[in-house]
């Protein structure tokens, strides 16, 4: 299951640049978006190339960014800048097994779960910060609850476990781009 966490500098604790790469990319392939997560800083633009052999039209409706970029072709690729901190839970209008996620941060102080659903940061200076979480299908009032103060010193700091709720798929029933359900019965044509 997808699961971020952060270090969010408190006041007395010098913040460390998050400074964008030249360029992210949300490929889609095979009715997919590739890859399905990404932590990327404030202000950066991200790609959404059509690899595909027909039309999608991705869009986003959540606290992050808002977007609609519309029906586009194969072959095209529109862009999205990202100018504010929040979670972008992004879908195509036509096909709605397709979602990505966009973890928009102002610190480079994050680590991404691996595959035993553990997290390390390294490199963080001594200070004191709040640790935030982000795990995919959990709600938003219970990932604030998680959330908590830590001071850092040149020890190392061991958190232990986190107990989270069980999390639920991203891509289960959400609503298209206009609010309404997905029409299930309607053959698509692309």
Request: aromatic fraction near 12%; hydrophobic fraction near 40%; charged fraction near 15%.
């Amino acid at each position: 299951m997808p699961a971020v966490v952060w270090l969010e500098p408190l006041e007395g604790t010098t913040a460390l640049p998050f400074v964008p790469r030249d360029h992210y990319t949300l490929l889609q392939k095979h009715r997919t978006f590739i890859p399905h997560l990404q932590v990327i800083p404030v202000g950066s633009i991200v790609q959404f190339p059509n690899a595909d052999p027909f039309y999608h039209n991705v869009f986003s409706l959540f606290e992050g960014k808002r977007f609609d970029l519309g029906l586009y072709e194969a072959g095209s690729n529109k862009s999205v800048t990202f100018s504010r901190q929040g979670v972008s839970y992004i879908f195509c209008n036509i096909h709605p097994e397709m979602s990505a996620v966009v973890l928009t941060l102002s610190t480079p102080l994050y680590a991404i779960a691996d595959g035993h659903n553990s997290f390390a940061l390294h490199g963080v200076p001594e200070g004191d910060y709040r640790l935030h979480f982000w795990i995919e299908g959990v709600t938003q009032s219970a990932l604030e609850s998680l959330s908590r103060p830590v001071h850092i010193s040149s020890h190392d700091l061991d958190l232990g476990a986190v107990s989270a709720p069980i999390a639920g798929p991203m891509n289960m029933a959400h609503p298209n781009k206009f609010g309404n359900p997905y029409d299930k019965d309607a053959p698509s044509t692309y």
